[in-house]
């Protein structure tokens, strides 16, 4: 029998069964588990001593390293976080969670071109140094009194919050409710009102000038003509 | 720092109230309403100053990008936050799985060769 020599030196990649992709850690032997030694002539070789490479056991230090095994929630003490994200029903919409914010903020960015990526690509002029106006320079917002066009009121146009509890009875079968279409809905609502208001005034107008016109009418009336006699027509012989 | 941040955002929504009253006045502006208009002006400025001035104070706050998709998108950024904490779950569950079907294998190959 060959001499055994167990020796805990380093374990070189090279001598391993494995090649280069044995890591280079210190083994740990364990009892009862088959142990075999390899002495390459005279000249020491890097010999393995223990257990077979498959045979090792990982190391059992578990408790202190964090692994993929280990509840990473806990770890990081994200329990109420998680609870708190996860457990509660949250609204989908950005007005619940800035309330406080005036206009309709809702709608994607892209299509008023207000979105933050747009403003990360292309940022703004700034550093310049920020000074109150003058008085002179205040003169150039001198503004004509009276109101807007309504093409550019853009603050009237605010989302109205309904209650479409009992609405949703009287939807059809056809509609689906979901967060784009009441986001459609409130839109089209305050355009609709708009536009019946709008029909409202033509509306009365309409009635207005129809009552002129008749009251014209009731002057120029057959009854009105009577009060004045018409000549007698000289008519022919009848005969 | 949650201070510094408060104060931001408060500046961010005096801001916010004031050019929303700017844009009532000028929507049915009338005469008497110029000063007044010049006032909000010169305080939109001293807004934007006080805004600049809690720049400094916020500067190694790190904000992940994917947010900003969230509220361009007009949702809610605190559902980025849920969906994180889903994925890690999700990835800890898969890659704690894979761990303990590997051990599972490694005590079994342990006793067949000690067979």
């Not at chain 1, 305050?190 to 709008?198: D, G, L, M, R, V």
């Not at chain 1, 000549?231 to 022919?236: E, I, N, Q």
Request: hydrophobic share 25%.
């Amino acid at each position: 029998m060959a001499d055994i020599v167990r020796r805990s030196e380093q374990y070189s990649p090279k001598s391993s069964p494995r090649g280069a992709r044995s890591p280079v850690v210190p083994r740990q032997d364990s009892t009862g588990t088959l142990k075999t030694t390899i002495s390459l002539g005279k000249t020491p070789a890097i010999v393995h001593s223990g257990p077979f490479y498959l045979m090792k056991e990982p190391p059992s230090n578990t408790q202190s390293e964090r692994t993929g095994a280990t509840n990473l929630m806990s770890y990081h003490n994200l329990e109420h976080s998680y609870n708190k994200f996860c457990g509660r029903k949250m609204k989908d919409q950005l007005s619940t969670f800035l309330p406080s914010l005036p206009g309709n903020i809702d709608t994607p960015g892209h299509q008023d071109n207000s979105s933050l990526r747009s403003l990360i690509e292309k940022p703004p002029i700034c550093g310049k140094e920020l000074v109150p106006l003058s008085g002179v320079q205040l003169t150039g917002f001198r503004l004509h009194p009276g109101p807007l066009p309504e093409q550019y009121r853009l603050m009237s146009h605010q989302p109205q919050k309904k209650k479409h509890k009992n609405k949703k009875h009287k939807h059809k079968a056809g509609d689906t409710p979901s967060h784009e279409s009441q986001q459609d809905v409130s839109t089209e609502n305050t355009h609709e009102k708009k536009h019946k208001k709008q029909k409202r005034h033509d509306e009365d107008k309409e009635r207005k000038k129809k009552k002129k016109e008749k009251k014209k009418k009731k002057k120029h009336s057959p009854e009105v003509c009577s009060v004045t006699p018409n000549p007698p027509h000289m008519g022919t012989p009848h005969g | 720092m949650s201070s510094h941040l408060e104060i931001l955002e408060s500046s961010l929504e005096k801001f916010i109230e004031n050019v929303r009253q700017i844009g009532i006045i000028v929507g049915d502006f009338q005469p008497q309403g110029q000063t007044v208009l010049n006032q909000k002006i010169n305080q939109m400025v001293t807004l934007m100053q006080e805004i600049e001035k809690s720049k400094c104070h916020v500067q190694d706050i790190q904000v992940p990008l994917e947010v900003f998709d969230y509220i361009d998108q007009g949702r809610n950024p605190q559902f980025y936050t849920k969906d994180c904490m889903e994925k890690a779950l999700a990835k800890n569950e898969q890659v704690k799985g894979k761990i303990d079907v590997y051990r599972f294998v490694f005590k079994k190959f342990d006793l067949t060769l000690m067979r």
